[in-house]
């Protein structure tokens, strides 16, 4: 019975830190638990990342209940506090050898800690602003060049997996987080009405913001974009976004929602109106598909890149 507590006793210990060691990475932007979490595709709800921690931490516990007994006879009778039989090639450290035998230890993981902090922050700031590398443009050259030009880095269209679930958070709160509007009523009780638009480079984005909505809980249905005139020629032709960022279209509670929720990462602008200046027969042709109970938002996404700068969003 003393065994089988003292089993458990050490499960708990190391588990505990293990879970400590993990929320000190996750403080330095290391995030073990977001690697598994994708390799085993089940971070599809919120919460899920706190359980894979604590499944992580629970490995620790594990590990260390069974490398326990491996190592601390051994250990014991190295550092001079177990029997030495003069048979075993062990001898006894002098209280100044042990000192500095932990203090080597603690430099070495405090190293090893520290470099792996800084490559991946400076890995980050690299693929983030390649243009502050250190690297200087080479002078022009009047001289034509037949060198390959040097691939350039693709556009950022992800945003982190810890930062994807807490916008999905955020957009499914509950009322108290109405920031005043319609305080009583929780936004996945309302029946809405959304349109988003894009040009053909953030298409990425429109995509992500429709599965985010999805993701909180929130029922909405997809208004239909006017036809290809190349087929319908009298067809109205919806107006192409000029606006740089995400333009949230819209004086009612999603739309702030989604303000809020974009505004750290996103260039996000506000539109109180929706349809009103639109002409008259594509104001008619999404009139025609909202019923009376529902409410409106429109998300236009325009041309360039809608991420604010300096922001990693991760």
């Not at 507590?5 to 400590?20: M, N």
């Not at 977001?34 to 499944?55: D, F, H, K």
């Not at 590990?63 to 075993?88: E, N, Q, V």
Request: with cysteine.
């Amino acid at each position: 019975m003393a065994t089988a507590l003292w089993r458990i006793f050490q499960v708990i210990l190391f588990a505990a830190i293990g879970h400590g060691i993990l929320e000190v990475l996750d403080a330095n932007d290391v995030h073990p638990d977001q690697w598994v979490a994708r390799m085993i595709n089940a971070a599809i709800t919120p919460g899920s990342l706190s359980g894979i921690s604590w499944i992580l931490a629970g490995c620790f516990g594990l590990i260390g209940a069974f490398l326990w007994d491996a190592f601390t006879p051994r250990l014991k009778t190295r550092l001079g506090f177990g029997p030495d039989d003069g048979r075993s090639g062990t001898r006894k450290m002098s209280p100044t050898s042990f000192i500095l035998f932990g203090v080597l230890g603690a430099g070495i993981c405090t190293v090893i800690a520290v470099t792996g902090v800084i490559w991946q922050h400076f890995t980050a700031a690299v693929t983030e602003h390649p243009s502050n590398s250190g690297a200087q443009a080479p002078a022009a050259s009047s001289a034509p060049s037949s060198a390959t030009p040097s691939p350039q880095v693709p556009p950022k269209t992800e945003i982190s997996l810890k930062r994807g679930l807490e916008m999905v958070d955020a957009l499914g709160a509950p009322p108290g987080a109405n920031f005043g509007r319609q305080p009583n009523q929780s936004v996945r009780d309302i029946r809405w009405v959304l349109l988003v638009t894009s040009t053909p480079e953030n298409a990425w984005l429109a995509g992500l913001i429709s599965t985010l909505i999805g993701r909180a809980g929130i029922t909405i249905n997809h208004l239909q974009l006017p036809p290809d005139r190349a087929f319908k020629i009298d067809a109205p032709v919806m107006p192409k976004s000029t606006e740089q960022g995400v333009v949230a279209h819209g004086d009612n509670l999603l739309a702030h929602r989604i303000i809020n929720v974009l505004s750290p990462c996103f260039t996000v602008k506000h539109a109180s109106k929706i349809f009103d200046d639109f002409p008259a027969d594509l104001r008619g042709w999404y009139q025609k598909q909202i019923t009376d109970d529902e409410q409106s938002v429109w998300i236009e996404i325009g041309p360039g890149s809608p991420w604010r700068e300096g922001v990693t969003c991760d």
